[in-house]
């Protein structure tokens, strides 16, 4: 079982920049592709962006792109998703998952989730 924590949500104005972290338990983390997942009430969990395990690949939502950045040091078991150019709009829960395909936009691929970390971007 791999648990994973979330941390650096906050309260940032429009245009704003946050960084999220996501560390696991475990050093499984080092050898699974990771990805973060946002959701808003009453709505689905939506795929943000993926990396795989040795972080040469990312994946984004068009959505974010340009603006996103996610990375991943496997000597600290940590992934991060860097955040620039906040909107309203990317007001959500954010979720880190790890699982085997880091480019999957279904949330019930992933096997492993994080207890999930607020995001709000005030106009």
């Known amino acids: 079982q791999v648990q994973l924590v979330e941390s650096g949500g906050g309260l940032v104005q429009a245009g704003g920049s946050l960084r999220l972290s996501c560390a696991a338990s475990?050093?499984?983390?080092?050898?699974?592709?990771a990805g973060w997942f946002r959701q808003v009430p009453g709505k689905e969990r939506e795929f943000v962006a993926g990396i795989n395990w040795n972080g040469g690949t990312t994946f984004y939502a068009d959505s974010v792109k340009g603006r996103f950045t996610i990375s991943r040091d496997n000597a600290k078991n940590t992934v991060y998703l860097q955040m620039n150019s906040l909107k309203p709009e990317d007001t959500a829960v954010y979720y880190c998952?790890?699982?085997?395909?880091?480019?999957?936009?279904?949330?019930?691929?992933?096997?492993?989730w994080g207890q999930g970390t607020q995001v709000t971007v005030s106009s």
């Open positions: 998952a790890a699982g085997i395909n880091a480019r999957s936009v279904l949330a019930p691929s992933w096997d492993y």
């Open positions: 475990r050093r499984t983390l080092s050898s699974s592709a």
